[in-house]
């Protein structure tokens, strides 16, 4: 889950540089399934994983999410699997932290 807001140039820059190559990379691109959310946004319904009905504002805030750019990964119950990377303090190393991230959590998911 990459949660984002329209304004942020940082989420722009993350998206463009890191996590749409991520998404169509050999190592990764059938690995994993991104999904945007648009935390400020009250008027974006959508299905949660729960089945309910709720907005993208909602959502975020069910995650706990502050800042963004903020990448959660979970499993499809939504339950999630690694500690998020939160902002996009150090663009060295984003790509690092995203793919250790879904590393982690692709640990997760085998073990069960």
């Given amino acids: 889950l990459v949660f ?3 304004d942020c140039p940082y989420c722009a820059r993350a998206k463009r540089d890191y996590l749409e190559p991520l998404s169509v ?3 990764y691109g059938a690995k994993v399934v991104m999904r945007e959310i ?3 946004n009250e008027r974006i319904a959508l299905r949660g994983f729960d089945g309910v009905m709720t907005t993208h504002r909602e959502f975020a805030r069910k995650y706990g999410v502050r800042m963004v750019p903020t990448v959660i990964v979970v499993d499809s119950r939504g339950t999630q699997l690694a500690d998020p990377v939160v902002g996009l303090n150090s663009a060295d190393f ?3 932290y995203i ?3 879904i ?3 692709r640990g997760q998911l085998r073990s069960r």
């Fill in 25 to 27: 990379s050999d190592d």
């Fill in 103 to 105: 590393d982690t959590a």
């Fill in 38 to 40: 648009d935390t400020p």
């Fill in 94 to 96: 984003y790509a690092l």
């Fill in 99 to 101: 793919e250790q991230a």
């Fill in 4 to 6: 984002t807001r329209p």
